[in-house]
């Protein structure tokens, strides 16, 4: 096997520091040990989400934390405006219909974000509108929208905004209390750069209004007993131990090196990745500029390449393991993944393995193309 | 810090070669390695659950399996019987009655299990339940009630059967397909010795048919969707990588030490901290022989002793962590777990530093006495 080079938006690589926290021995959920933990990991939580507001680690998917913000805040029947820009935010309106919300979706062209009007649009249509959930980085498109546009919006009704930042926290600016963000979820194996098995989720004074109305079912998701056995340094539930472990050295990680530090490199990454691509004159992006994600690359191949075939031979020859489409781009794309401990040496791995198969394929003058243009991006930080 | 002994009824400790698996790097949760890896895990637990019935693994604690066995096979207003000994089995009530069921409990007094006639009985005054909920092995109380006896009582009414296996499956024989159980739900971190952070839950034929009609809203725990990316080698959420890992692992020791083996040692552990205990003349079990757990044993201090302060000592002085008591018994007891990978000197080492702490507060003629006769049942194998 050759080295592995994991280019997908999520898992992420996980840096061996906190790799070997993964490993420690276990200890008492409910000791000494356990409160300091969850209490430390916390405080740093709320330091990347950029709040005050509570702040809980589920032990779950990203998708168990995008269920909570669903069944914590609402009640059957309860209108909702969620916004889709690809399959995460397709899932979040699944969720709502599954609990018997009435869901109204603003979906934007294929590869297009949410633009403020038009969500001033569908509110003024939608007076009734309880809460507006949105995906901060939609992983499926590659699309980002611009919340500092978007959450005034939704703000000056006095709704509840609920954000999925899963692809985005720690590597796309998101200041929750800023924009008055009630509800943010997130997960460890993004940008976060930890393991996957834990997600995140934040709660405003005005959400914990908004719960005590709610009457969708719960019990797993209740994020009171989250707060009451937090408050006690536990969880409801035994957790897990190892992701938080995980999670506290690579949060430790991001900080030292400074949040705004992380954002940039991301910038400088997504820029080298679409540079090099397009570079080359035989991929189209999916995503204008303006709505581009830093985290992750939509590409779409010429008819000729099938891009399931070549993310095959790039695995099986240079160990670079990139990402398929998914719902209705299944087949049609692949996606670069370029988020949490990911260099700019990745980058160049991915780009110059994808300028070889190329050149085996038949295509001329492509041989360092695309590492010329990311190495330029690079060049100039 | 002394060496620590985790002798609590989970999270239990982990063998080396365990965790080790946890620290392997990510991989990608759509691609070929993680298909590998969750179809070989699925198998080897099947094994374990002694089931051919569908198995599915959740990330999520061992409470979210068990909200995932109710909502998946329910409706509305449903009527359900629910064994209550302990806070495990009032919790499955607290699920059910939190979705809208209809809930009837059966609670023996605090110390005893279920019997079949009570069951009968019940079953009998309720004509129109339509499942039954028992916990195979209550953790809070250390209570084990008698499936072989119980179960044909549920099913010879073609009513489904759901278990509470989470601190049971792996230490305590659980013959699901013999004993014609619908649903099992058990985690990763009790007597299977990995890790907390993943469930599992079994599905047989008929609870498949109850699926189709149960009208409870569902997403993250919809196991039909478990079903679908199972058949294609996936989970339908970014799964906790590392505790399968883990598991695969621990399930592989398992089985190749053998399952019936790993039973009788259980059932060796246990008798001997009943014996080592009660020889010293000062603490009184919780639970009668005819229910007494194999994974735990609740033990009830003379007055004079507080079992927090005790454990706080056991913890400080000797690195030995015991569980202390829940809902109603807090304060009032403390729990010795003794599951999973736990071997004759990690008893030795508890029941020694128990005497030891005996003789500083003043109790003569401890010295060597528990650990006398634990030595007895291990001797005598």
Redesign the interface.
Known sequence: MPK?Y?M?P?????PNDV??E??????????PDFAKLISETTELLKKVFKTNNDCFIL??????AM?ASVVNFFSPGDKVVVGVCGVFGERYA??CS???LNVVRIKPPLGKGIEANDLEKVLEENPETKGVFLTHNETSTGVTLDLKELAPVVKRRGILLLIDAVSSLGAIDLPTDELNIDVVVS?S?KALEA????SMITVSPLAWEYYEKAK?????WDLKKAKKSLEKGAT????????IFALRKSLENILSRGLENNFKRHIMLGSAVRKGITSLGIFKLLVDERYASNTVTPVIPPPEINPDEMRKKL?QEFGV?L??GQGELEGKIFRIGHLGYIEPSDILVTLSSIEIILERMGYNEIRGKAVESAEKVFLEG
Not at 59 to 64: H, L, V
Not at 216 to 220: E, G, T
């Open positions: 592995t994991l997908i999520g898992p992420t690589p996980v790799l070997r993964m490993s420690r021995e276990m200890i008492n959920h409910r000791g032990t779950a998917s990203g998708t168990g269920e699944q969720i599954a609990y018997g997960a194996q393991p996957p098995g834990i969708l079912p719960k019990f797993y409801p539930f035994t957790p897990a131990i190892p992701q695995r393991v990402a398929g």
